[in-house]
């Protein structure tokens, strides 16, 4: 049995995530009352549910991690984030020990009754985690919940098919879905839950982000349909140009004059076939403060017409907040 662990650093945290299933951290002001009131309420319950890499309980200062609590927007104290599969799925904010309790209690059942050698992808579609098709490397988190989808832009997409949010769905894809049989897809066929290219095989997406990032990986999903028909057949992206910190989007003649942050070139065998997802793994150093991205396609991998894209994820972590809707100018456009 062990007690709560104490965060001193952001990275801790991200660390904890990516090696245990289920992860509570109590947010908690020294000198407020609730805190001292329901700490030994927290600390008993640390003490009978931890498990090694299943279930681990936390504890951080808000005003000495002031940048942790923020990122989780947390105001009141205390309050409790509860993590799955490195995920937020649920926050209780102030002193009710009894609800504290039973959600604890119920996610570390949950977590101790769960296959570990169940499919990643899989496991994080639930309890209201987002779906993923390759795993998180060690230390870092899934922060696609910073894009700023109100100033999503894409260029080259085929109206027929989802719009620019589509990437960013946390659910599972519905071409997956129906492979898998799941029930949640029944009658899901007719939706068309990812984008495609219009005129060529190029595209140009713009992301800003409501945090500076630092971005370790980005997971591409594309699900290639089976058709005896070729030429309908769209290709998955293969070379892609990106950019950081650009205050709009670029155009498909501009970019060509811009040199990229980093080129990525997708072969055949980084994608993994039973999720349809590859990971594009960054130089690091140069995606430590990244308040927008640019994601150029500029081909595809085949004889094909059109590309497409079913989701995107970005894995690293979260820095400091930033103004909505302001996107500050920062490092080198290159």
Sequence with gaps: MAGPVQISSPSQLSSL????????????????????????????LANGLSRSNVVVFAKCDAEQQLHIAQSYSVTVMPTFV????????????????????????????????GSSAQGFG????????????????????????????????????????????????????????????KGAAAGSEGKKDWVESDVDEQ?????????????????FTSCLPKSEDDEDIPMRPKTIHLYTNRQHNLGFEEAEDIPATQ???????????????AKLELRFVKFQNVASLVIF?????GDGEKTRIDRI????????????????KIGDDS
Excluded at 263 to 277: P, Q, R, V
Excluded at 297 to 301: I, R
Excluded at 313 to 328: S, V
């Design 82 to 113: 509860i993590f799955k599969n490195g995920q937020q799925v649920q926050k209780i904010s102030g002193a009710n020990p009894q609800q504290l309790s039973d959600a604890i209690k119920r996610l570390a059942a949950e977590a101790e009754g």
């Design 122 to 181: 899989e496991a994080s579609s639930s309890a209201g985690g987002a779906w993923r098709g390759a795993e998180l490397p060690r230390g870092y988190n899934d922060v696609t919940d910073q894009v700023d989808v109100r100033g999503l832009d894409l260029l080259n997409s085929d109206s027929d098919f989802g719009n620019v949010r589509t990437l960013f769905e946390t659910t599972m894809p519905t071409t997956l879905a129906i492979g898998k049989g």
């Design 17 to 44: 995530l990516s090696s245990s299933r289920v992860v509570v951290v109590n947010f908690y002001n020294e000198r407020n009352a609730a805190c001292k009131a329901l700490a030994p309420v927290y600390d008993q």
């Design 313 to 328: 994820r970005i894995i690293g972590d979260t820095g400091e907040k930033r103004e909505i809707g302001k996107l500050e």
């Design 263 to 277: 080129t990525i070139e997708l072969k055949a065998s980084d994608w993994d076939e039973s999720t349809g997802t």
């Design 297 to 301: 396609v500029a081909d595809g991998d």
């Design 203 to 219: 595209l140009m997406l713009y992301l800003p982000f409501t945090a500076s990032l630092k971005i370790h990986t980005i997971h």
